[in-house]
């Protein structure tokens, strides 16, 4: 998978699942494994409707793309998780659609 196509299309799925209340999302693929890892950083405590949009986004990137094999999603808020590494962000309302 290349894996700026893959950003891309993540980018572009997250974007119609995201509410008001999604501060940023990260999306990363560890191809040795086919591991999707799909983050959803919230403004205050998720709400359900807030892990049904990580899910979709989810689902949607694993019917994109075969290679995944495995995903792990977290719906947690922003203080909960410190930014380790802002080339996985995909999705931030500060910053907004483009592409890092």
Same mark, same amino acid.
């Given at each position: 998978?290349? +894996?700026?196509?893959?950003?891309?299309?993540?980018?572009?799925?997250?974007?119609?699942?995201?509410?008001?209340?999604? &501060?940023?999302?990260?999306a990363?693929?560890?191809?040795?494994?086919?591991?999707?890892?799909?983050?959803?950083?919230?403004?205050?405590?998720?709400?359900s409707?807030?892990?049904?949009?990580?899910?979709? &986004?989810?689902?949607?990137l694993?019917?994109?793309?075969?290679? +995944?094999?495995? &995903?792990?999603?977290q719906?947690l808020?922003?203080?909960?998780?410190?930014?380790?590494?802002?080339?996985?962000?995909?999705?931030s309302?500060?910053?907004g659609?483009?592409?890092?």
């Amino acid at each position: 998978m290349d +894996i700026k196509v893959f950003k891309k299309s993540a980018q572009f799925i997250v974007k119609r699942n995201v509410s008001e209340r999604i &501060a940023r999302v990260l999306a990363t693929f560890e191809p040795q494994e086919g591991i999707l890892h799909l983050i959803y950083c919230t403004r205050g405590t998720p709400a359900s409707d807030d892990f049904e949009d990580c899910e979709i &986004a989810c689902a949607e990137l694993i019917a994109e793309f075969p290679e +995944i094999k495995k &995903a792990k999603t977290q719906c947690l808020s922003s203080e909960e998780y410190l930014l380790e590494n802002d080339k996985d962000e995909v999705f931030s309302s500060t910053v907004g659609w483009e592409l890092r």
